[in-house]
């Protein structure tokens, strides 16, 4: 892991580059999880494009920073990412979940120039179910479950993958993972999605009951150069579950916008 320090303290990313061509795409993850999710993107796709993955403060091996919810943490989130994009070059942004409200927040208020921007199962708005957030509060284990249920994270995922997330959620803890998912609670971009000046592809797994088709459709209807697709047999975490084709609708977007 290579390291990048800003604001007082350290981001950690990893970067995988086997010969591809262009600027690098730049991961972001999602709430409770690390730059591991990218794994069938930095070990398959950096062969076609050099792929960097980060850990968020406060996940992984990256350093944390005290902030309310909401705004505030999405901003420093947006932070991480900047500095990474900043130390690395990086062109296109790949958001899942949080990671794609926080792509958003970049784009939308940030003065840097980004080539692409892909929202994978995430969503202009991201209200989280009343339940969840109480379990995240005072029965972690139950919420890490819920979340790992059917249809939810995976739809119909290798058993490994499962304990990868599973034990990656634990290992940031619930105070962080919290954090993410009440901040995800707070986030609505929908009014400024005419904002995204960059070209953009909204693509989900089409089983993903957390940030659901629908959401995509809205982004794509709303960002003004913005094109769909779906990851059958895929769920929310696409990018791990089913990541040849996840991967495909990646370079078949980046190859169509020339970016």
Not at 9 to 25: I, K, Q
Not at 177 to 196: K, M, N, P, Q
């Amino acid at each position: 892991m290579q390291r990048v320090t800003h604001h007082g303290r350290a981001t950690a990313y990893r970067v995988a580059d086997r010969g591809g061509e262009g600027s690098p795409l730049l991961a972001v993850h999602g709430s409770g999880g690390t730059h591991e999710v990218w794994k069938g993107q930095l070990g398959r796709l950096a062969g076609r494009r050099p792929v960097v993955a980060l850990d968020l403060s406060g996940h992984g091996e990256s350093e944390d920073f005290e902030a309310d919810h909401g705004w505030e943490t999405l901003s420093a989130y947006a932070d991480d990412v900047l500095a990474v994009a900043e130390e690395t070059d990086a062109g296109v942004l790949v958001g899942n979940s949080l990671g794609g409200a926080v792509a958003l927040q970049l784009v939308i208020e940030r003065d840097h120039d980004f080539d692409g921007l892909v929202l994978a199962g995430t969503g202009a708005k991201l209200p989280v179910l009343d339940d969840l957030l109480r379990w995240l509060d005072s029965d972690f284990d139950r919420a890490v479950e819920f979340l790992h249920g059917e249809d939810r994270l995976f739809h119909d995922a290798d058993s490994r993958y499962i304990q990868l997330s599973t034990e990656a959620m634990k290992e940031v803890g619930r105070r962080v993972t919290r954090r993410d998912f009440e901040s995800c609670h707070a986030f609505d971009v929908r009014d400024r999605l005419g904002d995204v000046d960059v070209p953009a592809l909204a693509v989900v797994g089409e089983h993903d009951h957390l940030t659901p088709p629908a959401y995509h459709e809205e982004l794509a209807d709303g960002i003004p150069d913005c094109e769909y697709a779906e990851v059958r047999g895929a769920a929310h975490l696409a990018m791990l579950e089913e990541p040849e084709g996840f991967n495909a609708a990646i370079m078949d977007f980046l190859d169509a916008a020339d970016v």
